[in-house]
């Protein structure tokens, strides 16, 4: 079963330490059982545009669609047995220490 990892950045969490940052770690447990699908960390929300269709007409707005102090901060795909697999790699992933991880089924278009 597939899941997201949103990967969240959070104000209140404890400092990042880059020393205890083992995403390298991580990557290559996901790649050793063969569950990650695609990943990648995104621009901060000052990068974002937000498009919305209201009446025909297409409004586009610089930032997030709320504000926030929290921001997704990356993704990862994951595809395993079920989703206590799922909730066990998001555990470990270090922005689980220095923000959150938020995991969602995926749920397909049948």
């Known amino acids: 079963m597939e ?4 990967i969240v950045s959070d104000p209140d969490a404890p400092t990042y330490v880059p ?3 083992n995403i ?4 290559a447990d996901l790649d050793a059982r063969g569950a990650s699908r ?5 621009r901060p929300p000052s990068d974002a545009t937000t498009v919305t269709v209201r009446e025909g007409r297409t409004i586009l707005t610089d930032g ?14 994951i595809d ?3 989703l206590d697999e799922a909730l066990e790699i998001a555990a470990a992933h270090p922005m689980a220490r220095f ?3 938020e995991v969602r089924p995926v749920w397909p278009f049948e």
């Not at 899941?3 to 949103?6: A, D, I, K, R, S």
């Not at 695609?38 to 995104?42: A, D, E, H, Q, S």
């Not at 709320?66 to 997704?72: F, G, N």
């Open 3 to 6: 899941y997201l990892l949103l």
């Open 19 to 21: 020393e205890e940052d």
């Open 24 to 27: 390298e770690e991580w990557s």
């Open 38 to 42: 695609v990943g990648n960390r995104l």
């Open 64 to 77: 997030p669609f709320t504000e926030s102090k929290e921001w997704i901060a990356g993704f990862d795909l």
């Open 80 to 82: 395993v047995a079920d």
């Open 99 to 101: 923000g959150r991880v």
